[in-house]
């Protein structure tokens, strides 16, 4: 049975293993942290950031909400990217999705009235379905989620580089480098779908002037 008191006793079993390892682990774990990459992924409890990468704690700064959105006025994504990019300075920025994501189901549906704060959170999936409305209306039902997941995902990553933050670090920072992954449920896999560097063309019109 899955109780709280379960998790805690599997976190203390998790600890003493490491420590019998390791027995410097969690001393230098305290010390700092100085992770290569910052991951945007989904809060989907079916793909966790560092398990499905084989990552050890202090590797990887993550930030999670549905759908693995990047939300020009959402403060808490925008302050872990600011955090990620200016202080910890992260090599790479990381947005993963997965083909399943109930959250880009939910936005092809019409509007729920008991959700109506998630509503909200997810018309920005609905505002990606309508920019590329020709294409995934012609794609077979079968594959429209998944291509609308892709586009979503790809979507994340032009919004990073709308972002102050991306900009001023490609142009006087440490140019931190942009991919967009797809996790497969059914057999565990990641697919990078686009990768970005400083040397990408932003379109004017989102642009920061110096
Ligand atoms: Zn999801």
């Known amino acids: 049975m899955q109780t709280p008191q379960k998790l805690l006793l599997e ?17 230098l774990l305290a010390k700092e942290q100085k992770p290569s990459f910052l991951w945007i992924g989904c809060a989907d409890s079916r793909v966790p950031a560092d ?5 050890q704690p202090g590797e990887i700064f993550v930030h999670r ?15 872990v990217l600011q955090y990620a990019v200016d202080v910890l300075k992260v090599k790479h920025v990381i947005v993963c999705g997965h083909y399943g994501c109930g959250g880009v189901k939910a936005a092809l549906m019409p509007q729920s009235s008991k959700l109506v704060i998630t509503n909200k959170w997810l018309m920005h999936i609905k505002d990606v379905y309508r920019l590329h409305q020709d294409e995934l209306d012609i794609i077979p039902d079968d594959r429209r989620l998944d291509r609308l997941i892709e586009l979503n995902i790809l979507e994340q990553l032009y919004r990073l580089t709308h972002t102050s933050i ?3 670090s490609w142009k006087h920072g440490h140019k931190p480098t942009l991919h967009g992954w797809v996790f497969g449920l ?4 990641i697919k990078e779908l686009i990768m ?6 932003i379109n004017p019109i989102y642009r920061y002037h110096d």
């Open 11 to 27: 976190n203390r079993a998790w600890s003493e293993e490491i420590s019998k390892k390791n027995p410097e682990f969690f001393k």
């Open 51 to 55: 398990t499905i990468v084989n990552a």
């Open 65 to 79: 909400n549905i759908a693995n959105q990047v939300i020009n006025t959402d403060f808490n994504c925008l302050s």
């Open 166 to 168: 991306i900009q001023a």
């Open 186 to 189: 059914h057999d565990g896999l």
């Open 196 to 201: 970005l560097d400083h040397n990408t063309q």
